[in-house]
């Protein structure tokens, strides 16, 4: 039972332009919300997160949106950069309860 | 070192075969995590150990034994294990167990099992 899914495997988008990563979760207990990126080769590293009591959090080129009525979170990438073509993971907590998405793999084109 | 790493970075082993895999974190965390991927899945968790308990096992066959002999040090022991454990294992450490808490992983595992 998927918990969170990421159902874009894969995204393309042009330099410079916006990168949209879409996540969808199904417990309502869930209260926190991150985002990881994995390079090849290597783990997953921590991007981003916010709380549910917010539905916006901004650092730098990311953003990530949450809208709690819909059970979902995007990540904005702007602009995006060659450099962030990775595999991104959605994870949703509650408690000590973490659970992942799949992950999306994003390529940024020159 | 610094951060998560993992020994060895591959490994090809037969059904019959007993391996381990070792985690080690320099991070000062008292959280520690065990992590399968398997293409195109989730992650799955495994094992969750905090301050050298056990404090979660989700329902992982008996083929996986795991041991946290200190804060610093996580093994899984493999034993007979089928083609279909075949996947990338992760090891992972936070300051708690907390889902707030950001989880540090290493570089991996790939396991493949004929």
């Known amino acids: 039972d998927q918990q969170v899914k990421q159902n874009s495997p894969s995204l393309s988008v042009q330099e410079g332009r916006i990168s949209i990563l879409n996540c969808d979760y199904t417990?309502?207990?869930?209260?926190?919300f991150l985002w990881y990126k994995k390079y090849p080769a290597e783990g997953p590293t921590f991007l981003i997160s916010?709380?549910?009591?917010?539905d916006k959090n901004e650092d730098g080129r990311f953003t990530v949106f949450l809208n709690k009525s819909a059970k979902h979170l995007s990540l904005h990438i702007v602009p995006s950069q060659p450099g962030d073509s990775a595999v991104y993971f959605c994870?949703?907590?509650?408690?000590?309860?973490?659970?992942f998405g799949a992950g999306t793999r994003l390529t940024v084109k020159p | 070192e610094t951060g998560v790493t993992q020994t060895p970075r591959h490994l090809v082993m037969g059904m019959t075969n007993k391996k381990s895999l070792k985690c080690e974190q320099h991070?000062?965390?008292?959280?520690m995590y065990w992590y399968k991927q398997s293409a195109k899945k989730p992650l799955e968790l495994m094992f969750v150990?905090?301050?050298?308990?056990?404090?979660e096992n989700n329902s992982v066959p008996s083929r996986f034994s795991p041991e946290c002999p200190n804060s610093s040090h996580l093994f899984l022991h493999l034993h007979t294990l089928q083609p279909e454990d075949s996947a990338l294992y992760l090891c992972?450490?936070?300051?708690?167990?907390?889902?707030?808490?950001?989880?540090?992983f290493g570089p991996g595992t790939r396991l493949t099992v004929l």
């Open positions: 150990y905090s301050l050298e308990e056990r404090v």
């Open positions: 994870a949703a907590s509650g408690g000590n309860d973490m659970r």
């Open positions: 417990n309502s207990m869930f209260d926190y």
């Open positions: 991070l000062g965390h008292n959280a």
């Open positions: 916010i709380s549910s009591i917010k």
């Open positions: 992972a450490s936070s300051r708690t167990t907390s889902g707030r808490a950001e989880q540090f």
